[in-house]
């Protein structure tokens, strides 16, 4: 079953992941993000990190698996990233259901 | 609104009269499970929103301890000390049926205790950082349990909407539209049919007249 975490991303950032169980995959450069890709979409896995740089060069690779269940990709910032990319796929997500995403900004303001 | 095209006839009315009935019954449906989607969905965003600012802002806490401890021992010593672990089934993932939407349930399990490193010569902030990292882990499990779970309620909430309107702009207008035509037609037909009638009745009653005349 998908019982195992992976973390797509810079070197520093997944570093720390390592000794708590979490599958890592340190990148730097895009063919790697693409290989880290692949060996993760082949399985086993229920939860998949990536970093920000990660998820934009991936973005279409990871919109694939949005109807499915598993693996659930889950964008987090890494280590010296601005953050924001994971509120923004929030945002879409609203956008996508209820044809706007200002509503639901006022709403929790 | 195009009209279907249909044969004027009562058999085709009847169809018509059914099909719309059904269109109807069908979109009532779909609009209910649409307003519950989006009731489900709404309640869950909160909720999210502040899970993922926590999340991060964890995750920007432990970096920068991590970051002091490489700065303490070294990159490389700390990249060695890390390389202990082996992925570890964290997790345990079930499907749940939210408004007939398959939606993972992911139970987060133990964390393994981070270790295999020698504690002399690493600085005791590894240690710290470590830590944050291991309780921050739980909640973004939770935080892509929960994310995911309202991207495949987004995606269903967007095609119910595309039903509800195709039904309610598009098909049940378009039937009205026609109910109404072959009714038309059908109304015509019969005012023909009278007129012709009355004109037949009035044709013999003139030639009765006329043979009576004669006779007499």
């Excluded at chain 1, 019982?3 to 520093?12: E, R, V």
């Excluded at chain 2, 991207?151 to 039903?163: P, V």
């Excluded at chain 2, 019969?190 to 007129?195: A, D, F, I, V």
């Amino acid at each position: 079953m998908a019982d195992k975490i992976a973390f797509i991303g810079d070197s520093t950032s997944v570093a720390g992941f390592r000794p708590l169980g979490v599958a890592v995959f340190p990148v730097s450069d895009s063919a790697q993000m693409r290989a880290a890709w692949d060996e993760v979409a082949r399985g086993g896995f229920g939860i998949v990190f990536v970093t920000e740089p990660v998820y934009a060069e991936l973005a279409d690779e990871i919109a694939a698996t949005a109807d499915r269940p598993v693996p659930a990709v889950t964008v987090v910032p890494g280590a010296g990233s601005v953050g924001g990319v994971g509120e923004a796929k929030l945002a879409r997500a609203i956008e996508r259901a209820v044809g706007t995403s200002a509503l639901i900004r006022e709403e929790e303001a | 609104m195009a009209v279907l095209r249909v044969n004027p006839n009562r058999m085709e009315l009847l169809k018509l009269k059914r099909r719309r009935d059904v269109a109807v019954r069908g979109h009532k449906l779909l609009k209910d499970k649409f307003d519950e989607l989006l009731k489900e969905f709404l309640a869950r965003i909160a909720d999210s929103r502040r899970l993922r600012r926590e999340v991060e802002a964890r995750l920007a806490r432990a970096y920068g301890l991590l970051a002091v401890a490489r700065a303490e021992a070294g990159r490389t010593d700390i990249t060695q000390a890390l390389l202990a672990g082996e992925p570890a089934p964290l997790i345990s993932t079930s499907e749940r049926n939210v408004m007939s939407v398959k939606v993972p349930e992911i139970e987060a399990g133990e964390v393994p205790q981070p270790g295999g490193y020698s504690l002399g010569t690493m600085p005791a902030v590894l240690d710290e950082a470590l830590e944050a990292l291991a309780e921050t882990l739980p909640l973004m499990i939770e935080l892509a349990a929960r994310e995911k779970a309202i991207e495949l309620l987004a995606a269903e909430i967007e095609r119910t909407r595309r039903r509800v309107n195709a039904l309610e702009h598009v098909l049940i207008p378009s039937i009205v539209e026609t109910i109404k035509s072959v009714q038309m037609k059908l109304d015509e037909a019969e005012r023909g049919n009278l007129t012709r009638l009355m004109k037949v009745k009035e044709m013999l009653e003139q030639q009765r007249a006329e043979e009576q005349g004669s006779a007499g």
